[in-house]
């Protein structure tokens, strides 16, 4: 099961400064990101979604392959296999495009906009729905980055030692006072 995560921060770019660190993390197998999203709302207070899945793209290409290769084995009977290669691939991947641009996956993109509206003006949130993580590691990575939790799926405890990672406290004792 995947955790959602929410966290503000207090410029516009710190968030897309934190989802490259992830994606970093990504790299070396430390998590797995199902889904990010970056929400920035400008001085106007009007809020941009940065996917970090562009599903045009990827339901254009896979239907440029699908079209193709139908329209190939089509143009066959026709005994013109190039010209059914060509126009299958051009109509799969219009229809590709316009089904992944019609598509929602991972963060639902009503919930990003409605909780990107609470953020202030000229500051940014990062959305992440994460499938695997190896906390220890993660949040060694993420300390003192100075941002919020504004919303998760983890509990309690996972959220306050996320909080506190991003805050740059330790979970340790205050020093006894001096003598």
Do not use: C
Request: aromatic letters at 4%; zero cysteines; proline letters at 5%.
């Amino acid at each position: 099961m995947s955790d959602l995560i929410v966290v503000g921060f207090d410029t516009p770019d710190e968030a897309d400064k934190v989802l490259v660190k992830l994606a970093g993390l990504k790299k070396e197998y430390l998590i797995d990101l199902e889904d990010a999203v970056v929400v920035v709302r400008d001085e106007a207070g009007k809020v941009h979604l940065k996917q970090s899945l562009n599903l045009t793209a990827i339901g254009a290409s896979s239907g440029l392959l699908s079209g193709a290769l139908w329209g190939g084995l089509v143009g066959l009977l026709f005994l013109n296999p190039l010209a059914g290669f060509a126009i299958g691939g051009a109509v799969g991947a219009g229809a590709g495009a316009l089904s992944g641009s019609l598509s929602d996956y991972g963060i639902d993109d009503n919930f990003i906009k409605s909780l990107g509206e609470t953020i202030p003006n000229n500051s940014s949130a990062l959305f992440v729905l994460v499938r695997k993580v190896q906390p220890e590691k993660v949040l060694a990575e993420l300390q003192g980055l100075r941002g919020r939790v504004l919303k998760t799926s983890l509990s309690p405890d996972q959220e306050k030692r996320l909080q506190e990672a991003l805050s740059g406290v330790t979970g340790a004792a205050p020093p006894p006072p001096a003598a």
